[in-house]
């Protein structure tokens, strides 16, 4: 009993968030098959990211940013906006550019809830343990997603070089801003609540403003605004 306690406590700050920002999309809400779908990608993406990582760390001399910006980080961010770019950018769902922080969020708490359930699995965690990652590393990495999504929702509705400049954005900030995050963690034993929890603040009031202004960016707002003046 304690044990599906734990693993149910691993899999519901995912799903909390998910629901918590597929609410957030004001003016035409995606399919919700299509948003599941897309976390159960991140969820499936786990295992090539693990297979890199594994043979990243073998072949390489490992240190704090090599561990942090490059086997972590990158690796992972880098899967992320692959399958996002090939999968989700010209799906024909993808027409505001909310949607793009709607799907790179569910990728990456779908990712988030298959470690956080295979951390909670072998290591036997504790149920304040699970609390705790729920407040962080998955809180992170929607975070990440949500600064991934903002941009590729820009990028989708620019044109020429801008775009593609914007696409770069699109991966490089996630990737520092998980890189950091790491490495916080990666050499700073004791005290490194002092350093994340500013991060964490940071990234979600960021975040939040990243949400309104992907909503007010909306094509739809203003088919929105007629409709409740014509009802």
Not at 28 to 35: A, G, I, N, Y
Not at 124 to 141: C, E, T
Request: proline share 4%; aromatic share 16%; charged share 15%.
């Amino acid at each position: 009993m304690l044990l599906l306690s734990v693993v149910s406590s691993a899999v519901a700050p995912g799903l909390a968030l998910l629901i918590y920002f597929y609410l957030k999309d004001k003016y035409d809400q995606e399919p919700l098959h299509m948003v599941l779908k897309v976390f159960v990608l991140g969820l499936l993406i786990v295992f090539p990211v693990m297979i890199i990582q594994r043979g990243l760390t073998l072949g390489l001399e490992t240190g704090p940013y090599t561990d942090s910006f490059l086997i972590s980080a990158g690796v992972e961010e880098c899967l992320k906006w692959f399958v996002m770019y090939h999968i989700i950018y010209n799906h024909t769902e993808f027409d505001e550019p909310y949607d793009g922080i709607l799907y790179a969020v569910a990728i990456s708490l779908g990712f988030a809830t298959i470690e956080n359930v295979m951390y909670a699995w072998y290591s036997h965690a504790s149920l304040g343990s699970m609390f705790l990652r729920a407040l962080l590393p998955v809180s992170g990495h929607a975070m990440f997603g949500v600064v991934m999504g903002y941009h590729l929702g820009r990028a989708k509705f620019s044109n020429g070089v801008k775009r593609r400049g914007i696409l770069a954005v699109s991966l490089l900030l996630p990737w520092i801003w998980h890189g950091i995050y790491d490495f916080i963690l990666n050499t700073t034993a004791n005290y490194w609540i002092w350093y994340i929890v500013p991060l964490m603040a940071f990234l979600w009031y960021g975040g939040m403003i990243k949400v309104a202004r992907a909503n007010n960016l909306s094509p739809f707002r203003l088919l929105k605004r007629e409709e409740e003046v014509n009802l």
